[in-house]
């Protein structure tokens, strides 16, 4: 898919197209858009401004609709916001943005210890999150060590951060992996994790909440 950009002074008109057909889209509010983008992330005009590399006094009048900004602008205010361009031109399903952002700085996580595994979740202070990132310590060195298979709803992506891990999985033969391999799978399927390093095995998880 792609945009085009057709300007009148005070809208700016999106047209999208694909490869088999193209139409024009509805004609958008660039200035609301803009004002609804910069309050979801509770910006002053000064501090948004600041982010875009853009004038106060140009924001401003791009949000009032008192000027239609080139090209280069709607770039410098897509990157200030951290989006595309096209997602600067696409509302969001609903119209509305959730704007959620957690922050943790390392080794503060919140801690969960179990007899195989030191977990530290991230991203804890987010209720209702769709997916659990967690890094964890392997601290199992034989699959003896567990009480059977670990499984449960969604799926899961694993990484291994330091050291040597052995990923025992219900269908599937024992996958060794090192630094910087990573693996994707249904997460009801039956798996375990072993450190076969010297060191305890350090690994970034990511479960989707089902």
Not at 69 to 75: C, E, R
Not at 82 to 88: D, K, T, Y
Not at 107 to 119: F, I, N, R, S
Not at 145 to 152: A, L, S, T
Request: net charge negative.
């Amino acid at each position: 898919m792609c945009f085009m950009v057709e300007k009148n002074p005070h809208i700016i008109q999106v047209a999208r197209a694909d490869n088999i057909e193209h139409e024009t889209g509805t004609p958008l509010n660039l200035g609301a858009r803009v004002r609804e983008l910069r309050k979801a992330k509770d910006w002053t005009l000064e501090q948004a401004a600041q982010q875009a590399g853009l004038a106060r006094s140009t924001l401003s009048k791009i949000e009032n609709e008192q000027m239609s900004p080139t090209f280069d602008a709607v770039k410098k205010l897509a990157t200030g916001l951290g989006i595309s361009v096209p997602q600067l031109f696409t509302a969001p399903k609903g119209d509305q943005i959730m704007a959620r952002m957690a922050t943790t700085k390392d080794g503060e996580g919140k801690a969960h210890v179990t007899p195989t595994y030191e977990h530290e979740m991230l991203g804890a202070a987010l209720s209702s999150k769709a997916m659990l990132p967690y890094r964890a310590r392997i601290r199992a060195r034989s699959i003896e060590e567990f009480d059977g298979w670990v499984r449960h709803d969604g799926e899961e992506f694993l990484y291994v951060l330091s050291g040597k891990i052995r990923l025992y999985t219900e269908f599937y033969e024992p996958v060794e992996m090192s630094r910087g391999d990573s693996c994707y799978y249904d997460a009801a399927m039956g798996h375990d994790v072993i450190s076969i390093s010297q060191e305890d095995a350090m690994i970034l998880w990511v479960t989707s909440v089902a």
